[in-house]
């Protein structure tokens, strides 16, 4: 087997975004790649793997979206529909240039709005079984529904109120307002966030991601490829995925030291760097809390200290660690993790423009879901 | 029923043939009464529901180490051993965690709003734990960690639900 080779991130790319596009999986998918082989000067051909992850009932197959845009032949390919949205496929990519088993890999992560939340709910009579027939006759039916619980036990055992997960949906709206491809551009203010209707008290609206159809690509490929392609290279440093005992949401062990706490740990093992390092951060933000584990996990803050070190500023542009500097799937839209990958990419080429740029930011984290599964990678500029 | 917030101890409804308040019946709309989300268990899970029926909360016990295991599935997860039992539990536990249902994602639970949700760890096996909703307490009297018992509601002809209550005399 050859030497494990250092991984770059060498091409990012969307598709059009929005509500109720009117495009297929499909067309979204062959879009956020050819946008991700332009902004990567690279042909189809010159790619060897694709990577895919999606919900189940919305899949677009590796070898399929090969075929679509022309790509000829594939020495690796995997499609995942289990475990922390796009951050399996990164991992699976990453893994795969390391190792070898492919030069240059295409990863994917496309979503419709439709039926995004867990596979909806049954029509009509339609009995449920599996796991889900000990959930839905008690009116748990969405993400939405575990996230009020996991809320819900940090403020008993820490204190955290509503205002701090306001804090945090406040901040990185701040940064949406100053990207021309978020969705929600108005400030937001904390009246704002408390006025938005309950979902799953203490859970608000304003807590959740935003569905939207959308595709995220990204293309890895080795350094020494990486050095000839338009782009400045980014590298992934370490990377890592963890799991908890009970892999369910609602009866994981411990819902404030869920999978982010595993996956953190593993990551900083494997590197020199330390949180201390790290410019700029993209944190999974399917809810706010989500995003406020990971600052937890990963060091940027103490256990169960989220709340006041957001309340301080201490995401925000000049603040300890700015998070989320695209505002977030809360307002850029739901891209499952990808975005946080595309995002600390171009603030590490320095790129993003618009009075959102860390200045001189060399170091980045992305880290993607919360409870049973969760992955996390860091990424630097040289 | 479900609406947990707003049944006063005393008016707790005992199950009757349809499972629903006999006021009710008297309002007459063209729309048909929704049914609520029900189970389809299987030979793993079909236990769980009868007993329920019962009015008993059972949960599959490893034979060969004792172990408990919810939901259910075909193998222990402390010992690997493949011969596990529906073994009756005493419906005691604490509150993990909740959260308020306020919108509802199906349309039985349109005139249940809203209506709490819980995770009960049972007092057999720390860690042990199901999804339940909580009943005949109001919101202000919701505690992490308050002492719960188990109760049936029967919420359909076709389901009776395991649910949980203050533990009397806690």
């Keep these: 087997m050859a030497r494990r080779q250092r991984v770059a991130v060498v091409g990012v790319g969307y598709s059009t975004v929005g509500r109720r596009t009117g495009l297929s999986l499909e067309h979204l998918t062959a879009q956020s790649s050819v946008a991700a082989l332009a902004d990567a000067g690279l042909a189809a051909r010159d790619v060897d793997g694709v990577v895919v992850h999606s919900f189940p009932h919305q899949y677009v197959g ?73 959930l839905l006759p008690y009116g748990s039916f969405t993400g939405a529904h575990w996230a009020g619980l996991y809320m819900r036990r940090h403020m008993h055992q820490y204190g955290t109120t509503e205002e701090h997960f306001g ?19 108005e400030p937001l203010s904390m009246d704002d966030y408390l006025g938005s209707r309950y979902i799953t008290k203490p859970l608000h609206l304003l807590d ?152 001189g930011a060399e170091v980045g984290v992305v880290s993607n879901a919360v409870g049973g ?10 | 029923m479900l609406r947990s917030t707003r049944l006063a101890p005393a008016g707790r409804l005992e199950p009757d043939a349809r499972g629903r308040s006999g006021g009710e ?17 299987d030979p793993l899970t079909s236990f769980f529901w009868e007993a329920a029926r019962r009015r008993r909360l059972a949960i599959l016990r490893c034979d060969d180490c004792g172990w408990y295991v919810h939901w259910p599935r075909p193998v222990c997860k402390r010992c690997r051993s493949f011969s596990l039992t529906p073994t009756e539990v005493s419906g005691r536990g604490t509150l993990y965690s909740w959260t308020v249902g306020m919108q509802a994602f199906h349309p039985w639970f349109e005139d249940r709003l809203p209506y709490l949700l819980a995770v009960v760890e049972l007092e057999e096996q720390a860690n042990l734990k199901l999804v339940t909703n909580l009943v005949e307490c109001d919101e202000s009297q919701v505690e992490i960690g308050m002492a719960l018992e188990v109760t049936f509601e029967v919420v359909s002809p076709e389901l009776t639900l395991p649910m949980f209550r203050p533990a009397q005399g806690a």
């Excluded at chain 1, 990453?94 to 240059?104: E, L, M, P, R």
């Excluded at chain 1, 804090?167 to 551009?185: G, K, S």
Aim: proline share 6%.
């Design chain 1, 167 to 185: 804090a945090f949906a406040v901040a990185q709206r701040d940064f949406a307002t100053r990207n021309p491809d978020a969705l929600f551009r």
């Design chain 1, 62 to 134: 590796a070898t399929q979206a090969a075929d679509l845009i022309g790509v000829p032949d594939l020495a690796f390919y995997s499609g995942s529909v289990d475990g922390a949205a796009y951050s399996v496929a990164a991992l699976h990519g990453i893994a795969a240039v390391a190792s070898g088993s492919c030069h240059t890999c295409l990863t994917i992560r496309t979503v419709h709005q439709a039926g995004a939340a867990g596979g909806g709910v049954p029509a009509g009579d339609a009995r449920v079984g599996g796991p889900r027939q000990f």
């Design chain 1, 208 to 359: 959740c991601d935003y569905p939207v159809d959308s595709s995220s690509a990204l293309i890895f490929t080795t350094e020494e490829r990486a050095r000839d392609l338009a782009k400045k290279p980014v590298f992934f440093d370490a990377w890592a995925m963890g799991t908890t005992d009970v892999v369910d949401f609602n009866l994981v062990e411990d819902m404030t030291h869920s999978s982010p706490w595993r996956a953190a740990k593993r990551m900083w093992e494997r590197t020199d760097l330390s949180p201390a390092d790290v410019d700029v951060a993209g944190l999974y933000d399917g809810f706010t809390f989500i995003a406020m584990q990971w600052l937890e996990a990963l060091g940027f803050c103490g256990e169960g200290e989220s709340g006041p070190f957001v309340a301080a500023g201490e995401t925000r542009l000049g603040g300890a660690i700015p998070t989320n500097t695209d505002g977030g799937a809360c307002n850029v839209g739901r891209r499952h993790g990808a975005n946080f990958f595309i995002e600390v990419t171009r603030q590490l080429r320095g790129e993003v423009g618009g009075g959102r740029q860390v200045p």
């Design chain 2, 25 to 41: 019946e008297t309002l007459t709309t063209a729309r048909p009464e929704p049914r609520p989300p029900l189970p389809a268990p």
């Design chain 1, 373 to 382: 599964f969760a992955a996390c990678a860091l990424l630097t500029a040289s």
